[in-house]
């Protein structure tokens, strides 16, 4: 079955400090993926996504994903994280057939210390 | 343009009541998906609208759940005999189509608290 895991639950960087969210994920064909940020009271929003091509893939906000097929991830990158990123980040993957739905993982929510 | 926008953004309510949660989608989309997203949890898929018809409902938990878009447009999801259990934030996303290659976007959601 398709999943999603993201390892960490809680993550704390400095502001200015660079930031790295795991997305590891388990599906049979290519993955459609995407990461979203979620704010308090907010609803998602859309950072990146991954269909195919380059697998360092750019996003707004700064972020940047890579695309790893042999390690199955997809990790969520900024150099200088500042404290307005503070949220709640989520990786999901498409399926390719059907329904085409989102599979999330558990997110990861990040703190950013002044 | 506008979002997807869901109504009520909060609903209280006590356990065994009934509750209609609204989604009003972005115009023109015809693909409607309903998730739920726990405490602590990511979102998880309820059911897919294709027009007007419930194309993949297999996320709904049990039958108290049920979601209609009777015109392809706006969808309600209903709750019946509500559990505390069921407390959580409702997300409604629309895309323009069916595919891989149609973002979703998502509505800020309904908090629903069974007390």
């Known amino acids: 079955a398709q999943s999603v895991t993201q390892p960490d639950i809680h993550i704390t960087v400095s502001e200015g400090a660079s930031l790295e969210l795991r997305c590891n994920y388990s599906?049979?064909?290519?993955?459609?993926l995407f990461w979203y940020v979620q704010s308090p009271g907010q609803g998602l929003q859309l950072l990146l996504k991954y269909f195919s091509g380059d697998t360092l893939v750019q996003g707004i906000k700064g972020f940047e994903a890579e695309f790893k097929r042999s390690q199955s991830s997809f990790n969520l990158r900024k150099p200088s994280v500042h404290w307005s990123d503070a949220a709640e980040y989520f990786c999901?993957?498409?399926?390719?057939?059907?329904?085409?739905?989102?599979?999330f993982g558990t997110g990861t929510r990040l703190k950013v210390l002044a | 343009g506008a979002g997807v926008s869901q109504t009520p953004s909060n609903k209280v309510t006590e356990k065994g009541k009934y509750v209609e949660l609204r989604c009003d989608p972005i115009s023109g989309h015809t693909a409607l998906y309903w998730y739920r997203q726990s405490l602590g949890q990511g979102p998880e898929f309820l059911i897919y609208?294709?027009?007007?018809?419930?194309?993949?409902d297999s996320g709904l938990p049990n039958d108290r759940f049920f979601a209609v878009r009777p015109e392809g447009s706006v969808s309600t999801l209903k709750i019946q005999r509500t559990e505390r259990g069921d407390s959580a934030v409702y997300l409604c996303a629309s895309s323009l189509g069916s595919s891989t290659y149609n973002e979703q976007f998502f509505g800020p959601g309904t908090r629903l608290t069974v007390l």
């Open positions: 609208f294709q027009g007007t018809g419930a194309a993949d």
């Open positions: 599906y049979g064909a290519t993955p459609y």
């Open positions: 999901a993957v498409v399926t390719t057939s059907g329904t085409y739905k989102y599979i």
